[in-house]
């Protein structure tokens, strides 16, 4: 049985890596063809790039759905946005000299996020979610995308780059690729839970929801090697809207979506609380290191919380 599950874990670990990295492609091959068709950077920034790190969760969640195991998404939907604010903002306040942000993101993006985390706890608390709800959240996604590109900076006008047919081909792949590595990471997750005995959820909000937020580890943490922390933090709050907004939404127009009993419990006031503690951080307009290792030590504590639950029963 032991074996089994190594197997079944690999499985998972493998088909995240290919769900990322052709996510990855997808971003890349679509912002170049998006040039050289001449969509304007920043648009392409707003919509495809945004998109494109959510990608993971979205598609996992999709797949979910449709086989019939949409209690999954809301684990990795919580799981993510709780560890994009608590890990990755964590990570990056400690490494980062001089932590400053953007007034515009105090003023406009910060209480948006903080809308998006406690409609859905709304939404989310009578342990269902209709199709009007799934409107109003792809309504205010919407708003949120058309409100930035109606605020966008001048920019210069940029040089479109050629592209080949084989663009083309690694766009499609890449998309390929990101349906088999979503069908088999729901399906590693599925074995896993049966043979270890917990939800399926339980998973999704911790090894799931660690994985898909690497995309956002990773462009945060080059942003503040760059000592572009109004990137960081855009990025995260941008993951954020889209995980609370699309994620949740989009998959619920392919079938019936199930709310974990555990989730509703502990989870979602849990990432309400997390996203309020955001927004009261970012009101001195930066992030110093010891706050980062507060937000550091949270992950920790709600890793040890899952993990508690697990052993208690909880998690099965």
């Given amino acids: 049985m032991l074996w089994n599950i190594l197997l079944y874990l690999l499985i998972i670990i493998v088909s995240l890596g290919v769900l990322i ?31 494109g790190t959510s990608l993971p969760e979205l598609t996992s969640s999709i797949v979910a759905v ?83 590109i109606a605020n966008k900076p001048e920019e210069e006008r940029e040089i479109a780059p050629k592209v080949s047919w084989k663009s083309y081909v690694l766009l499609v792949l890449s998309g390929v690729l990101i349906f088999v590595g979503a069908k088999y990471t729901i399906f590693g997750i599925q074995e896993l839970a049966t043979l270890a005995g917990v939800k399926e959820e339980f998973i999704a909000i911790t090894l799931v929801a660690l994985g898909t937020s690497l995309p956002e580890v990773m462009v945060s943490i080059s942003a503040v090697r760059q000592n572009k922390t109004d990137i960081a933090v855009g990025n995260i709050i941008g993951s954020n809207v889209f995980n609370t907004f699309g994620v949740i939404a989009i998959p619920s127009l392919f079938g019936e979506m199930e709310i974990p009993p555990g989730i509703m419990h502990f989870g979602l ?16 307009n930066r992030i110093s290191r010891w706050e980062g290792l507060m937000l550091l030590t949270l992950y920790a504590y709600f890793v040890y919380e899952l993990i508690e639950e697990f052993l208690n029963g909880g998690g099965g």
């Avoid at 679509?30 to 392409?44: C, D, H, L, T, V």
């Avoid at 706890?121 to 959240?137: H, K, N, R, V, Y």
Wanted: a negative charge; hydrophobic letters at 60%.
């Fill in 66 to 148: 449709v086989e019939g195991h949409s209690g999954i998404v809301l684990g990795s939907v919580i799981g993510s946005n709780i560890t994009n604010i608590l890990l990755v903002l964590g990570i990056v306040a400690v490494m980062a000299k001089n932590f400053t942000l953007n007034v515009r993101v105090l003023d406009l993006d910060i209480p948006l996020l903080i809308v998006a985390a406690i409609l859905s706890w709304f939404a989310l608390q009578d342990g269902e979610f209709s199709l009007p709800e799934a409107i109003i959240f792809l309504v205010a996604l919407g708003s949120f995308i058309a409100n930035t």
């Fill in 21 to 51: 990295k052709a996510s990855d492609w997808f971003v890349f091959y679509a912002e170049r063809i998006g040039r050289a068709w001449g969509i304007p950077s920043f648009i392409i920034g707003v919509t495809i790039i945004a998109f």
């Fill in 269 to 284: 006031p849990f990432m309400v609380a997390v996203t309020l503690l955001f927004g009261f951080i970012c009101v001195t």
